[in-house]
């Protein structure tokens, strides 16, 4: 019943900002681990942050650690992922994906995924 789609995607410039939303139905973000996830063109789902519920930790992949922070508002129902200093190399399809489990940076372990937003950097 939970469902997740992303928005703030786009063509950006090397060095500039984005910030991602992820707006959840059916279920609170404030109930679930909530991660991001990132997918170019001929490689594998990787983790890039994540937020677990029931733990004060915030988890980032070191490919975009101090460049990306994850939050939420949960009077919004929505999770944000905020990137500065992108680079050529965060160019993606990026999802957000909810678990009720804490395994914040494996994807299997992920039960509901969003449609993706693309995420391309110019160099």
Do not use: H
Not at 35 to 61: D, I, N
Request: charged fraction near 15%; include cysteine; charge should be positive.
């Amino acid at each position: 019943q939970v469902q997740l789609v992303e928005s703030g995607g786009g063509l950006v410039q090397a060095g500039g900002s984005l910030r991602l939303s992820c707006a959840a139905s059916g279920r609170t973000v404030s109930s679930n681990t909530m991660g991001w996830f990132r997918q170019a063109p001929g490689k594998e789902r990787e983790f890039v942050a994540a937020m677990p519920r029931s733990s004060a930790t915030t988890y980032y992949a070191d490919s975009v650690k101090g460049r990306c922070t994850i939050s939420r508002d949960n009077a919004k129902n929505t999770v944000y992922l905020q990137m500065n200093s992108l680079k050529p190399e965060d160019t993606a399809v990026y999802y957000c994906a909810a678990t009720s489990l804490e395994i914040p940076t494996i994807p299997k372990f992920y039960t509901y995924w969003g449609q993706g937003t693309q995420v391309t950097v110019s160099s």
